[in-house]
């Protein structure tokens, strides 16, 4: 079946940087457009960016000009680097995978979602 594994959350201060990796175990991410959602407490999940099979990058307006997705095929690994951090860039992040979304920013086009890896910005 196979499985996406997020990795590289952890706690740190605010105007830092942290890079997350989603990695494809057991599939290939050849076709898929990669996202990145995320959801705080008591929020619901929200876009971030995704890279798509053809190359092309969505970005939130919320991080645009401080996060970059960027993928690595060969590797079947999606990066995520954060800079510049907010505490209201705190959340659970998940990595999900879809063949030819619709809506590459709508959560629902997603069929394959990983565990989520937690951010924590303190202030």
């Known amino acids: 079946q196979g499985q996406l594994v997020e990795s590289g959350g952890g706690l740190v201060q605010a105007g830092g940087s942290l890079r997350l990796s989603c990695t494809a175990s057991?599939?290939?991410?050849?076709?898929?457009?990669v996202g990145w959602f995320r959801q705080a407490p008591g929020k619901e999940r929200e876009f971030v960016a995704t890279f798509t099979w053809s190359t092309n990058t969505y970005y939130a307006d919320s991080v645009k000009g401080r996060f970059t997705i960027s993928r690595d095929n060969a590797k079947n690994t999606v990066y995520l680097q954060m800079n510049s951090l907010k505490p209201d860039d705190t959340a659970v992040y998940y990595c999900a995978a879809a063949l030819n979304p619709i809506r590459p920013n709508s959560s629902y086009a997603y069929g394959y979602w990983g565990q989520g890896t937690q951010v924590t910005v303190s202030s």
């Open positions: 057991g599939r290939t991410f050849s076709g898929y457009d």
